[in-house]
């Protein structure tokens, strides 16, 4: 009634209309209730209610850190998320409301689902507070709001996972920045930007976080902290409709509570960075006068634009560590300073660093009179660009060995990667040095080998050697002649990150070797993983993916003189595909990663044709990342083969939302497009797919923009390319859809004429003989939409809980009952037998007795092709028992690797 709306004080909550909705669908809830946080409800489906409390509980953290930064009470009393299937996005924020991917979910033993997933978790809970209850005016306060959001994540990083991790997540944001800014980019305040794709924007969120960092370390942590206080006590005192947009962040607004607050002035920060894009990258350099006992700084900004920013700069030499303010105003700036070098010729003495540490240094390990040990250019990261500084080898060893700041680490360990000038031995021991040291962070630690395996001045087989021999001493079996790894044991994290980065060196050589393949290739056939109480999908997916990459670099001549390693690599694919039907890894993560080796491999003209292989797993059931993969491969194949293209469109035709995102946003591309050279398309079949993004642009009942956009963006492209495949075409765009005009004989002939190559494009190469994956094509894929009507509604923001996917594709079985599957020896190239039956119980026997509220417990068939529409993994979990690992493994997965043992904010 209207007396029970008055009274309810939930329904009075004043947000944007865009802030409002709704989710309808089946599923089990549970509550936590929090009085400093609020209460929250979390839904799931119900085969997935165990996963709920190991996957929700970072967002309770989350609120009650922002709750503690910002001094005020949560805004709203209650938070509803919800983790629901066939979400079209990962994450989908509304007032009070959060819909969530369901792929989302898993437990403690998945450790890169348990680093990815409180993130994700931590933006629903910052969005809360500025997207929705503190909601931006326009289009050029956007900054302001998604900064806001980012800062509170990286605060939340800092509490969950340590300083280190906020700190190298800022540091990628600065990295990020100087990446993706140019000239036609947006500027931070400009109209471009839109509330509902802010966080789709990567540019977008890296450069507010680090101009939010920059008003912070401008103001101080306590006082920006106040600002916040005091704008959203303007907010909650505001009850009047009337005066709603007294309610709405304005920049300008922002400003002067900075300057009522803090006494002051921001309005020049605005000028600096909100209005201007293509920030000069700054040169840096600098000479030591060891007799006058001074440095002279030469710093130059490059680009058609110059900034005036006050800039630190810090030098550390052998005495003390000092920082300098300048503005660098003009094209060039000099900057000379003295040093203190009189204790330079003692071999060992403790010098002071940034941080006020003292550490104890060999000042005669490098051949150098130099007092000065590094500089760092920009300390505070205010920089919103690049900054190249030039330094010797062994100052970037220093700075890589002693600096606290992981970022600067890290800086140090890529720059020593791209040095051309020095002793290649002496930078293979400093980079193998800070790989295998556990003082440093892990993330440190993957930059060292990844700066290795690229470093051009050390040749491609010593390279190679090295990281080989380094991966044997430390993750293999001594004195075998063969690569035999140690079972696989996770329980160290730092071990577990550490082991993925020498992969990812290995799979990163350009100029690869035979050395190197049947490294890898050993890696993937002797991995023993049963005694591991974590989960090793994502190492095996890093392996197949860095397989792929390195068989793809070989020289054409090493791959026909030894066939032997390309058999090899095709049975690993057919043994891993198979074996993760049986045993599903978290979101079929393996079969992801086996569909992009297959593309990368077809790409390189390895591997023939085989479009059945990719169209299968474009079906709805399968998790969305192998679903991108499988339209990633199809596009590829489209540029060799253009029926691939009557594949895509009828999947842009029939299929459902993500497919039509993922099909738009890999075809709108121009020079993908013009790359469709060794088997072009004809222009009718260019129109035809033209005409069905023209029919999703002019679908009135479709209420999202950004696939209509996307599919207007991809008209438009085709547009291009007709025009230069024929300049006597013209393009019509009609209500009806779009038709190519020709206007003379000329240009009907030319119609299928081939499409004019850009770039380095390979010809076409004959296909090899004898070789062809086998794969395990799914039943459910004969109602694919290539070949028939899809049985896929589009998903939408309300998207309910369909059973058409979740199945197989949860982490679930993998930790429970596919733990006992695991254990026996690998299949080989022969499917799993038909008929074979685990019930939940016995899946669930291993690990804890179930309650007595358990449900009856559900047959659940592995059968060969083991994806199939009826749900396995979310039978399994249906009766509410955890998994045995999750009740082994931590709750909270916190790396505690640091660059100094005495680190107390791991």
């Not at 920045?177 to 509902?196: N, Q, V, W, Y």
């Not at 924007?201 to 890296?206: E, V």
């Not at 003379?744 to 390979?762: E, H, I, Y």
């Amino acid at each position: 009634t209207k007396q029970q709306l008055e009274e309810d004080q939930d329904v009075r909550l004043m947000v944007s209309a865009w802030s409002v909705g709704f989710f309808v669908g089946p599923g089990v809830a549970m509550e936590v209730v929090d009085a400093d946080a609020g209460d929250s409800t979390f839904y799931s489906p119900v085969e997935l209610a165990a996963l709920l409390r190991p996957t929700c509980t970072p967002f309770m953290q989350a609120l009650r850190v922002y709750n503690e930064y910002l001094k005020i009470p949560c805004p709203y009393p209650m938070h509803y998320l919800v983790f629901a299937d066939s979400c079209p996005q990962s994450l989908l924020s509304f007032a009070c409301l959060t819909i969530l991917d369901v792929e989302l979910m898993h437990t403690d033993a998945v450790i890169e689902a348990g680093f990815e997933t409180p993130k994700y978790l931590a933006e629903a809970a910052a969005r809360q507070m500025f997207n929705h209850y503190a909601t931006p005016q326009s289009n050029e306060s956007m900054w302001l709001t998604e900064g806001c959001i980012q800062l509170l994540m990286n605060k939340f990083i800092s509490r969950f996972f340590g300083s280190n991790e906020a700190n190298y997540h800022l540091y990628e944001a600065l990295q990020t920045t100087g990446k993706l800014d140019s000239e036609t980019a947006p500027k931070l305040m400009d109209e471009a930007h839109h509330l509902i794709h802010s966080r789709e924007d990567p540019l977008l969120r890296a450069k507010a976080l680090v101009l939010l960092h920059v008003i912070e370390d401008d103001l101080g942590v306590d006082s920006l902290s106040e600002v916040f206080s005091t704008i959203f006590k303007e907010v909650e005192q505001i009850r009047d409709l009337n005066s709603r947009s007294k309610a709405l962040i304005n920049y300008n607004d922002f400003f002067t509570t900075v300057k009522a607050t803090c006494n002051k002035i921001l309005n020049d920060l605005a000028t600096r960075w909100c209005l201007q894009s293509d920030v000069p990258t700054i040169k840096a350099g600098y000479q030591v006068d060891t007799k006058r006992h001074q440095i002279t700084i030469e710093l130059e900004q490059v680009g058609r634009k110059l900034a005036s920013v006050p800039l630190k700069i810090g030098v550390q030499d052998v005495e003390h560590y000092r920082e300098y303010d300048v503005t660098l105003a003009n094209r060039k700036f000099s900057l000379t300073k003295p040093v203190d070098s009189r204790n330079k010729k003692i071999r060992r003495k403790k010098i002071k660093l940034s941080t006020g540490d003292e550490v104890e240094i060999d000042l005669q390990k490098f051949e150098t009179e130099s007092p000065v040990l590094w500089v760092r250019v920009d300390v505070n990261m205010a920089w919103m660009a690049r900054v190249d500084l030039r330094q010797d080898c062994w100052s970037w060893a220093y700075q890589a060995m002693y600096e606290r700041h992981v970022g600067w680490q890290a800086q140090a360990a890529e720059k020593l990667g791209q040095i051309k000038s020095a002793d290649p031995d002496v930078i293979t021991k400093l980079l193998l040095g800070v790989a295998s040291s556990e003082r440093f962070f892990h993330r440190v630690r993957r930059a060292a080998l990844i700066a290795l395996a690229k470093q051009p001045l050390i040749p491609q087989k010593k390279r190679a050697q090295a990281l080989i021999t380094y991966l044997r001493s430390r993750f293999c079996a001594p004195d075998e002649s063969v690569i035999v790894p140690l079972e696989n044991d996770f329980t160290d994290i730092r071990e577990f990150f550490l082991l993925k980065a020498m992969v990812e060196a290995l799979g990163s050589f350009r100029d690869s070797s035979k050395a190197v393949v049947q490294t890898l290739l050993d890696l993937l056939l002797h991995s023993d993983d049963s005694q591991n109480q974590f989960s090793d999908g994502d190492y095996r997916a890093k392996l197949i993916e860095a397989t792929g990459h390195v068989i793809r670099q070989l020289p054409p001549q090493q791959r026909e003189n030894n066939p032997e390693l390309l058999r090899k690599f095709w049975g690993i694919l057919e043994q891993q595909l198979h074996y993760d039907h049986v045993v599903p890894s978290h979101n079929l993560v393996v079969t992801s990663a086996c569909l992009n080796a297959c593309k990368a491999l077809v790409r390189a003209h390895v591997m023939g044709i085989n479009l059945d292989l990719f169209d299968s797993f474009t079906n709805s059931q399968y998790p969305a990342l192998v679903r991108a993969k499988a339209v990633a491969g199809l596009a590829i194949i489209s540029t060799m083969e253009p029926s691939a293209l009557s594949r895509l469109r009828a999947l842009l035709k029939q299929g459902d939302r993500f497919l039509k995102y993922r099909i738009l946003s890999t075809m709108d591309n121009v020079t993908f497009l013009s790359s469709l050279h060794n088997k072009p398309p004809t222009a009718k079949q260019l129109a035809s797919f033209a005409k069905e993004a023209w029919a999703i642009v002019t679908w009135e009942c479709l209420g999202d923009q950004r696939l209509r956009l996307l599919a207007l963006a991809l008209v438009r492209s085709i547009a291009q390319v007709t025009q230069v495949q024929s300049h006597s075409q013209k393009s019509v765009l009609t209500s009806g859809g779009l038709s190519l005009k020709t206007e003379s004989a000329a240009s009907k002939r030319s119609t299928s004429a081939q499409v004019k190559p850009v770039g380095d494009a390979r010809p076409p190469q004959p296909k090899p003989a004898g070789f062809k994956l086998r794969v395990p094509l799914p039943e459910a894929s004969k109602n694919s939409p290539s070949s028939g009507p899809s049985t896929a509604a589009p998903a939408s923001a309300g998207s309910s809980m369909s059973d058409s996917r979740v199945a197989q594709l949860r982490q679930a079985a993998l930790d429970s009952g596919a733990r006992q599957i695991k254990a026996q020896p690998a299949p080989t190239k022969t499917a799993a037998p038909k008929g074979a039956l685990l019930t939940a119980k016995a899946v669930l026997a291993a690990s804890q007795p179930a309650p007595s509220t358990s449900t009856a417990s559900l047959a659940v068939s592995m059968t060969k092709t083991a994806v199939s529409t009826t749900g396995s993994v979310r039978s399994a979990l249906s009766d509410g028992s955890a998994p045995a690992s999750a009740t082994n493994a931590p709750k909270r997965i916190v790396e505690s690797s640091s660059s100094d043992d005495d680190d107390d904010d791991d």
